[in-house]
T-cell receptor, first 113, second 115 residues
């Protein structure tokens, strides 16, 4: 089955700096890659996703890039703010968003003032 | 996105008992998913609940321990049976509204603690 690795496990940045989180996947049939943000005690919330027919997607300060050949995808957050502090999870699926997700291990992002 | 209501939000249970968690969606969905999130860990899929058929369980999860019902297109339950301390986790349901190409959204989760 699918295996998703995520790095780093923790990331500390200064406010205003950029943060990058990287994930690799094993199943070449995976075609949908969402990113979730989970604040302490709350549900995972979808922040951005990308499908395999697209190489990059942006939404304001957040962007995701996908390299299908290398089977890796990354989350980029620019101009980080304290409210960006949370755990971020990448995931992969072979059937679009309606199919089961395999999650990475998570990255604890801390944005320091 | 869909409104997903999950209850209870938390519970404390005795060893050997069972807890049933409910997940209600405000629109019809084909597939509902149940995940487990152990303390400080990532999310692991327990099973996929399809309306009108048996749930599909992931490796390491069995029906006797995690029986699932899916009586209609807006509702599902997950029961965690014969509780032990290792079952202390957050259990989350998720749905993908609109079919196979739509993003998944999660309920608020059920925080389960075992005495």
């Amino acid at each position: 089955g699918e295996n998703v690795e995520q790095h780093p496990s923790t990331l500390s940045v200064q406010e205003g700096d950029s943060a990058v989180i990287k994930c690799t996947y094993s199943d070449s049939a995976s075609n949908y890659f969402p990113w979730y943000k989970q604040e302490l005690g709350k549900r995972p919330q979808l922040i951005i996703d990308i499908r395999s027919n697209v190489g990059e997607k942006k939404d304001q300060r957040i962007a995701v890039t996908l390299n299908k050949t290398a089977k890796h995808f990354s989350l980029h957050i620019t101009e980080t703010q304290p409210e960006d502090s949370a755990v971020y999870f990448c995931a992969a699926s072979t059937g679009g968003g309606g199919n089961k997700l395999t999650f990475g291990t998570g990255t604890q992002l801390k944005v320091e003032l | 996105s869909a409104v997903i209501s999950q209850k209870p939000s938390r519970d404390i249970c005795q060893r050997g008992t069972s807890l049933t968690i409910q997940c209600q969606v405000d629109s019809q969905v084909t597939m509902m998913f149940w995940y487990r999130q152990q303390p400080g860990q990532s999310l692991t899929l327990i099973a996929t609940a399809n309306q009108g058929s048996e749930a599909t369980y992931e490796s390491g999860f069995v029906i006797d321990k995690f029986p699932i019902s899916r009586p209609n297109l807006t509702f599902s339950t997950l029961t965690v049976s014969n509780l032990s301390p290792e079952d202390s986790s957050i259990y989350l349901c998720s749905v993908g509204v609109g079919g196979g190409n739509q993003p998944q959204h999660f309920g608020d989760g059920t925080r389960l603690s075992i005495l």
